[in-house]
Each structure stands twice: as C-alpha cells, then as structure tokens.
C-alpha cells in the first residue's frame, strides 16, 4: 500500500460547480497535513494547511479525519483558474521529517 | 526575493554524460530538498540537508546520483553517468525550522537523457 494515494482523477467539472478530493495516508503516527497546487509545467506551491478542527480559506475547506487517515479539499464555487493539479503532502516527525507527496488529483473546470 | 533559483531549466544530454544540476535557496532557509518528477511516479524526494548536512538520501535511485551542498546558499545534484530512465523534471525547494511544512520550490531543471 503506498503512504500517500490519491485518485488521480481527472475531474472535469463546470464553472461554479462544488468538487472534492481525498487523500488517504497508511502512517498513523503522521502530524502534518498539507494540500499543494501544481500548474502545468510549473513548480508545486502551498496552497493550505490541514489542521484537525479542519480550515477554510475563502472558497477552499479542508479537513483532517485521523480515525479513517484520510484528508480532503473541498472547492467551491468552482473558477477555470482552478484548473489545476492538487497535491495531498503528508509529513512523519520525531527524528528526521520526510515529506511524502501523493501523485496528485488532477482537476479541470470548463466554462 | 528572488525565490529558489534552479539552473539550468532545460537540459539535453546523451546517455553517458555528466548532468550537474544546481539550486540557489531561499536566504535564511536552513532545509534544503531535492525531488523528481515523471509522471509514472510522481514527486519522490531524493535527498535533503538541514544546515548545509545531508539527513537523509534514502530516496537517491543509486550510486550514480550525489548531491552536495558545501555551503548554505548553494546546492549541486549531479548523476554521472546520465540514463534515459533519468529523464525528469528535477525541483528543489527549501524551507526554513520555523515553518518547516512550508516547502518554496524552484521552477525546476527538465532533463531529457537520450
């Protein structure tokens, strides 16, 4: 089973529309939760942190569920900007940290 | 600030040659990364430092990859000798002890071995 999985969609969804991902992570003794955005041919860049009470930025929520050992995005209000790359990154701690990346959910949204 | 700089940003070689990829971090920033990218595995990470020191390399393929970073503003990839299967997108990225998650990557180097 790999650490981090995602499905790696692609998702095509009109503008406006709602959409939502998950990540599932096989290391339980994980602390840090993180979703990345990847633009085509462009490098990943922080787009929110996962927090356990879950977190919202703007049109983007995300969510923890340690129980299951899965986190999801949810977009609303989908924008074609939007279009893009998501990836779930999932970090161990106590001695060395090791950032695991799952291969992305790719999202497109059409007008 | 410039951001993390990654040179070159292309680069065609044949199988055999000497690849050197180089990377400039974010100034101030301890952590230092280096990933690949291809589309059949995704971003794996390769090896990274904390305060110019290697702490893990576990994620480096084999012998024919090394990295060095001799000091804090500077860090080399280098695969000696290159194989088609070396072909990838190569990012690094840096971050700092305070925000540690927080990862600034580079526009990254795209190597094609033929």
């Known amino acids: 089973r790999k650490e981090v999985e995602q499905d790696p969609g692609p998702f095509n969804v009109p503008e406006g529309a709602t959409v939502a991902f998950n990540c599932t992570y096989s290391?339980?003794?994980?602390?840090?939760f993180f979703w990345y955005r990847q633009d085509c041919r462009k490098e990943p860049k922080l787009l929110m942190s996962v927090y356990s009470s879950g977190n919202e930025d703007g049109r983007f929520t995300a969510q923890l569920n340690r129980a299951s050992q899965y986190i999801s995005l949810l977009i609303r209000d989908s924008k074609l900007s939007d279009s893009a790359t998501y990836l779930c990154v999932v970090g161990s701690s106590g001695g060395s940290y090791i950032p695991t990346f799952g291969r992305g959910t790719s999202l497109i949204v059409h007008p | 600030d410039a951001g993390v700089i990654q040179s070159p940003r292309h680069e065609v070689t044949e199988m055999g040659q000497e690849v050197t990829l180089r990377c400039k971090p974010i100034?101030?920033?301890?952590?230092l990364f280096w990933y690949r990218q291809t589309m059949m595995r995704g971003l794996e990470l390769l090896i990274y430092?904390?305060?110019?020191?290697?702490?893990?390399d576990s994620g480096m393929p084999e012998d024919r990859f090394s990295a060095k970073m001799p000091n804090a503003s500077f860090s080399t990839l280098k695969i000696q000798p290159s194989e088609p299967r070396d072909s990838a997108v190569y990012f690094c990225?840096?971050?700092?002890?305070?925000?540690?998650?927080?990862?600034?990557f580079g526009p990254g180097t795209r190597l094609l071995v033929l």
């Open positions: 100034s101030g920033h301890d952590y």
């Open positions: 990225a840096s971050s700092f002890v305070g925000s540690l998650e927080t990862q600034y």
């Open positions: 290391n339980s003794a994980s602390q840090s």
């Open positions: 430092f904390n305060n110019n020191v290697p702490i893990d």
